[in-house]
């Protein structure tokens, strides 16, 4: 199928400003990488489908990589960047995303998109522990499902467009998970907070993270803690795959 009308939206290569956490791009070592591709995609769609009284699926939001060989023959080398784009998803297009695109179009379609993550914010409304077909899931996604996550899209959104995270969107997610394996593992919480850190009671420690934290680094020998090195876990996983952790430790 070909996809025409395509846009590609600028995002600086400098990434999120220092002590914000962004995207990694390798696969785990200790951790699974959480599946957060797409996911910004996902909530840009719906806020396409109610711009356009249209279902989410008429546009679609995803990332390319240009290649990275100097341009004009230059031997110095030249840092890729990843450049997120609207697509119309209908055959030969249907010229929504030409309209999208102009700036008043535009921004609103950011505006939207930040009063759609607001409404999943409020718990009197939106009780989602994950995914529902209130946020992210539709037809189109169907596979995804399971891995999908309303917060890591927030979160990514506003690193895209702000460079820094609001607020904490996991405290809850990330204080019951460490409750629960410290209960069923026998684990003991020696530094409560964003980052906790737990003693695992064989002289290890972990260290639950954010899931966009750039921990590529780290994730063979360990983080640094005022406690000593810590494998570092990322919240996603960690909540969902306690076993894994275990195992990984």
Not at 26 to 46: I, K
Request: charged share 30%; with cysteine.
């Amino acid at each position: 199928m070909r996809r025409t009308d395509a846009r590609p939206v600028p995002v600086s290569p400098r990434g999120p400003r220092s002590g914000h956490p962004r995207p990694g791009n390798r696969p785990d070592r200790g951790r699974s990488r959480p599946p957060g591709q797409g996911r910004e995609g996902t909530t840009d769609q719906r806020a396409v489908g109610r711009r356009n009284a249209r279902e989410p699926g008429r546009a679609r939001m995803a990332a390319r990589r240009p290649s990275s060989r100097p341009r004009g023959g230059r031997s110095s080398r030249r840092q890729p960047r990843g450049v997120p784009f609207l697509a119309d998803s209908i055959e030969n297009g249907a010229a929504f995303v030409t309209r999208l695109v102009e700036p008043q179009q535009f921004t609103a379609l950011l505006a939207d998109t930040r009063s759609l993550i607001a409404g999943w914010e409020n718990p009197d409304s939106h009780a989602c522990g994950g995914s529902c077909p209130s946020c992210l899931r539709d037809w189109s996604n169907t596979p995804f499902h399971p891995i999908l996550d309303w917060r890591l899209a927030a979160d990514l959104f506003e690193i895209l467009l702000d460079k820094r995270l609001s607020h904490d969107r996991w405290s809850a997610i990330r204080e019951a998970a460490i409750r629960g394996v410290c209960e069923d593992f026998g684990w003991e919480i020696i530094e409560q907070g964003p980052r906790p850190v737990l003693d695992c009671r064989d002289g290890t420690r972990v260290c639950v993270v954010h899931p966009l934290e750039d921990i590529d680094a780290v994730l063979a020998d360990g983080i640094d803690t005022p406690h000593g090195k810590a494998l570092p876990f990322d919240v996603f996983n960690f909540d969902r795959r306690p076993g894994e952790v275990y195992r990984r430790r």
